[in-house]
């Protein structure tokens, strides 16, 4: 009779080891994988954080007593920062028109200020032109007198941006948390990280003597063209003002970009967005490292587009020099606003721009997914106001 005692077939051991095999590649893959992945995050924050530059400073760094801050419901402190756009000519890609200056200017002036309950965030402009107090500063172990009646952008020439500080923080009584000095070189490479931002150029604009032609349309913008749109001042009114507002449109149109799916989504466009950011700005040192700017963006995450809002203080024309301007008494009650972090009124954000409504070629998503109605401008009360608006980019 036959022996029926089964056999173990040697192919049957064959699957097992070979089983053995694949998880040891895919064990090794994966390994591999974390390891680079590791690496490269490691890289990419090493890089970036090493791109900031900061500065130190103290109170002892200032002439007079600081503001304090007053206590406010909310999870959080209210945060106050100071951004100055610098129009130096000085370093690789800020020579943009060839010209030289007579120091190192602030530009352009916005405090950003995030509420307390993370809901709202408001940007300030104050204009370069505006008639103020200097206060007395210090530079280089001593003391530049203060000055009446001299313009708001004056400050960070004679003293730098700690002068500008106190200068704000004396005329607001708003105490300043950080602070952040972006230069043109800075704001070109953030646009054209982010792929361009979207404006509408209500009719051309010439002005060929400084290196500026811009065609009527509405479309995104990059590079040395986008700098032209935000800098140019020879439109409109030809005023200050009218170009504060029209970079405060084109703030709103990048802020939207950046948060929206686009650039969030997407780790190349993200990562050279984050490295153009890091290496053209000045801090406070403490902002000045990567954990602390991602934990500013995180606090914007739950804010909705409709509540970043951007205004200018309240102004009017200086009477005896009409290239002048003085702010208006209804300023100290913005600023009292702001201090207790209180809501803006109706009235004190009726010309403001919102990041949810900005001109856009094509509908984009929200941070939560629903879509912006950013093709709609914003409604005005009048012809006058429209017309600001649509030199401003919010045409259709």
């Known amino acids: 009779m036959a022996d029926r005692t089964p056999t173990v077939a040697p192919k049957r051991r064959g699957k097992v080891k070979k089983r053995h095999t694949v998880f040891k590649v895919v064990s090794v893959t994966a390994l591999a994988l974390a390891l680079v992945t590791g690496l490269a995050v490691a890289y990419a924050y090493r890089h970036l954080n090493g791109n900031i530059t900061t500065l130190k400073v103290t109170d002892d760094d200032f002439v007079d007593a600081r503001p304090e801050k007053v206590d406010v419901e909310g999870p959080r402190e209210p945060l106050n920062i100071l951004i100055m756009g610098t129009d130096t000519r000085d370093g690789v890609g800020n020579n943009i028109d060839g010209l030289t200056g007579d120091g190192n200017r602030s530009d352009t002036t916005i405090l950003l200020h995030l509420s307390a309950d993370r809901k709202r965030a408001y940007g300030v402009s104050i204009p370069r032109d505006a008639l103020v107090t200097r206060p007395d500063c210090k530079k280089g172990g001593g003391v530049v007198s203060g000055a009446d009646d001299v313009m708001w952008n004056d400050a960070f020439n004679v003293a730098g941006p700690l002068c500008t500080i106190a200068q704000f923080e004396q005329m607001t009584d708003i105490p300043v948390d950080h602070f952040v000095v972006v230069n043109f070189a800075g704001f070109r490479d953030m646009v054209d990280a982010v792929g361009g931002v979207e404006v509408c150029i209500p009719q051309d604009i010439d002005d060929r003597e400084h290196g500026i032609y811009l065609k009527q349309g509405t479309r995104s913008i990059t590079g040395k063209e986008a700098l032209s749109y935000v800098r140019v001042r020879h439109v409109g009114n030809g005023s200050d003002l009218g170009r504060i507002k029209r970079q405060q449109a084109f703030v709103a149109s990048m802020a939207n970009k950046v948060v929206s799916a686009g650039t969030l989504a997407n780790p190349i466009r993200l990562f050279n967005f984050l490295d153009a950011t890091t290496k053209n700005l000045v801090l406070d040192e403490g902002m000045g490292n990567l954990r602390e700017i991602a934990d500013v963006g995180i606090q914007f995450r739950n804010i909705d587009l409709s509540n970043i809002k951007f205004i200018t203080a309240p102004w009017q024309y200086d009477p005896e020099d009409p290239n002048r301007v003085r702010l208006l008494p209804s300023a100290q009650q913005l600023w009292l ?60």
Do not use: F, H, M, Y
């Open 337 to 396: 606003k702001i201090k207790r972090d209180d809501p803006l009124t109706r009235a004190q954000t009726e010309t403001a721009i919102s990041a949810d409504n900005v001109p856009s070629e094509s509908p984009s998503a929200s941070p939560s997914g629903s879509p912006s109605t950013s093709q709609t401008p914003r409604p005005t009360a009048n012809a006058s106001a429209e017309a600001e608006a649509e030199a401003a980019g919010l045409c259709t």
